[in-house]
């Protein structure tokens, strides 16, 4: 133990896994073809930013 109480670890010892959260990967088949802008929500039939056409993809 450090001098403050707490334990000392070394650089090496394998850390506990941590469970990271946010987007799932698929998200890349849902941007918008003309302006990458990621969508919000449902899927819609224009794009938020720029207004393409979404429903051909």
């Known amino acids: 133990m450090d001098?403050?109480?707490t334990r000392e670890t070394?650089?090496?010892a394998p850390r506990p896994a941590v469970e990271e959260?946010?987007?799932p990967a698929c998200l890349l088949a849902r941007l918008c073809p003309q302006?990458?802008?990621v969508p919000e929500g449902p899927p819609a039939a224009e794009c938020w930013r720029c207004g393409a056409?979404?429903?051909s993809r």
């Open 3 to 5: 001098a403050d109480g």
């Open 53 to 55: 056409d979404l429903r």
């Open 35 to 37: 302006c990458d802008a």
């Open 10 to 12: 070394a650089p090496d």
């Open 21 to 23: 959260g946010g987007e």
